[in-house]
C-alpha cells in the first residue's frame, strides 16, 4: 500500500502567510497513490448503497468523480456561482474575511437517492456545511462527508450538523 501522507507537499504560507498548504498533486500524479487513495475512500461507503457522490469545486473533483465510478454511483458537481448552465439552488457561506457561494443545479438528486459528499481537504467546515445545505434543499438524504485530509485542529466536522464524517488522515 503507498504511504500518501508521504506523498502530500505541504506548502507554508500558501496562499497566504500563516496557512500551511496541503498540496495533493503528487499524489493525483503517482499512479499506485492515486489509485490507492481512491480504493481507500472507497472502502468505508462499499455495502452503504450509495447512489451519488457530490464533489465540491475544483480539487475535489479530482477525489469525487473517481471515488463515484469506484462505488458505482452517479456524480453530482457542486460549482462556485454561474459555472453550472442550468436551474441552480445557491447557497452562501462564511469565509475567514467575507463570503463565498457554491450552486448545484436543481434536479441532481432524485427521490430514493443516497448522497455521499467527498472532498479533498477541511478545513473549518464551511464549505462542506454549504455542500450540505444545497443538498439539503434539493431534499437529498446525506449518508456522509468523507474528506482525504482533515485538519483536526480547526474541527470542521462540528460544522457538519451531526451527519457522520470520515477522514483517511488527520493533521494536527
Ligand atoms: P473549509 O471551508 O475551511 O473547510 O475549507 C475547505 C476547502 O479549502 C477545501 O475544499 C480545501 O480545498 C481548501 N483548503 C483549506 N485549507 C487548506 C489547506 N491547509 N491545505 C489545502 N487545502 C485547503
Known sequence: MTDLRALIRDIPDYPKPGILFYDITPVL????????????????????GITKVAGIEARGFTVAAPVATELEAGFIPIRKPGKLPYQVHHREYSLEYGTDALEMHTDAVVPGDRVLVVD???ATGGTAAAALAL??????????????????????????????????????
Not at 35 to 41: E, F, G, K, Q
Not at 143 to 170: C, N, Q, R, Y
Open 29 to 48: 500524479g503517482h499512479a499506485d497513490g492515486f489509485s490507492d487513495l481512491i480504493d481507500r475512500m472507497a472502502d468505508p461507503f462499499r455495502e452503504a
Open 120 to 122: 479533498d481537504v477541511i
Open 135 to 172: 443538498l439539503s434543499d434539493a431534499g437529498a438524504e446525506v449518508i456522509a462527508v468523507s474528506v482525504f485530509i482533515e485538519l483536526g485542529f480547526l474541527d470542521g466536522a462540528a460544522a457538519l450538523g451531526g451527519v457522520p464524517f470520515h477522514a483517511l488522515l488527520t493533521f494536527d
